[in-house]
Nanobody, 120 residues
Framework: QVQLVESGGGSVQPGGSLRLSCAAS????????MNWYRQAPGKQRELVAG???????NYADSVKGRFTISRDNAKNTVYLQMNSLKPEDTAVYYC??????????????WGQGTQVTVSS
């Protein structure tokens, strides 16, 4: 059984920073993409940042220049460094990954989510 566990959410004032972590555990043969999504109240879940096993990254336009995704492949962990936070960044942030846990191929997994609140 594969699990993704996020940590690092919380409340911060506008302009502040937070660092989210997501660790994958369980029976893991390999991991391809590791991504961060977010969902604000009343809105659809959206991709915030993505990373491939080759080290390529992509970002939503709304977070470019402020957020940085990185991963530690040895620890099966992905991070999201969030700087210059704005109230509109308030959302539940979810980790998502494509993980091969058996000989049958890759499955897509989600974490439980962590709340980020940006408010003065």
């Amino acid at each position: 059984q594969v699990q993704l566990v996020e940590s690092g959410g919380g409340s911060v004032q506008p302009g502040g920073s937070l660092r989210l972590s997501c660790a994958a555990s369980g029976r893991i043969f390999s991991i391809r993409a590791m991504n961060w999504y977010r969902q604000a109240p009343g809105k659809q879940r959206e991709l915030v940042a993505g990373s491939t096993s080759a080290g390529n990254t992509n970002y939503a336009d709304s977070v470019k220049g402020r957020f940085t995704i990185s991963r530690d492949n040895a620890k099966n962990t992905v991070y999201l460094q969030m700087n210059s936070l704005k109230p509109e960044d308030t959302a539940v942030y979810y980790c998502n990954a494509d993980i091969r846990s058996s000989s049958y191929g890759y499955g897509n997994y989600w974490g439980q989510g962590t709340q980020v609140t940006v408010s003065s």
